[in-house]
C-alpha cells in the first residue's frame, strides 16, 4: 500500500513562507503523480497544486497561482510544495495525495488520487 507523509507545516506570519514536504516509504516516488490539498475549518477540502510523475506538467488553484510552486525531486523521494506570501485565508490542514503509475498529467480533484497522507497544519496569523 502506497504511503505518502507531509511534513513542514506550522504557524507563519502574513507574508511569510513556508515549505512542505510529501515523501513516500519503501517505494519509489517517481512514477506518481502528487497532488496537494487542504481543508480549513468548517470547509471542504480543495485542491492547491499538482504535478505529473514527471515533473512535466503542473496545475494550481487560482488563489495560488503565483505564490505557491510545486516540484519534486526523485532523487529524495520527495515533492515540495513552497508557499510564499502567505495569507491568513491560506490556513488550513494541507495533505498530500499521490496516484500511479507513470502519469503524464496530473488532475487536482479529490477523486483522481489514490493515497493520501495524515496531513499537517498551517497557521498563518500575526
Known amino acids: 500500500q502506497l504511503q505518502v507523509v507531509e511534513s513542514g507545516g506550522g504557524l507563519v506570519q502574513p507574508g511569510g513562507s513556508l515549505r512542505l514536504s510529501c515523501a513516500a516509504s519503501?517505494?519509489?516516488?517517481?512514477?506518481?503523480?502528487i497532488g496537494w490539498f487542504r481543508q480549513a475549518p468548517g470547509k471542504e477540502r480543495e485542491g492547491v497544486s499538482c504535478?505529473?510523475?514527471?515533473?512535466?506538467?503542473?496545475n494550481y488553484a487560482d488563489s495560488v497561482e503565483g505564490r505557491f510552486t510545486i516540484s519534486r525531486d526523485n532523487a529524495k523521494n520527495t515533492v515540495y510544495l513552497q508557499m510564499n506570501s502567505l495569507k491568513p485565508e491560506d490556513t488550513a490542514v494541507y495533505y498530500c495525495?499521490?496516484?500511479?503509475?507513470?502519469?503524464?498529467?496530473?488532475?487536482?480533484?479529490?477523486?483522481?488520487?489514490?493515497?493520501w497522507g495524515q496531513g499537517t497544519q498551517v497557521t498563518v496569523s500575526s
Open positions: 495525495a499521490a496516484r500511479g503509475p507513470v502519469q503524464p498529467k496530473c488532475v487536482l480533484t479529490e477523486t483522481w488520487f489514490r493515497s
Open positions: 519503501g517505494f519509489s516516488l517517481d512514477y506518481y503523480a
Open positions: 504535478i505529473s510523475s514527471s515533473g512535466g506538467r503542473t
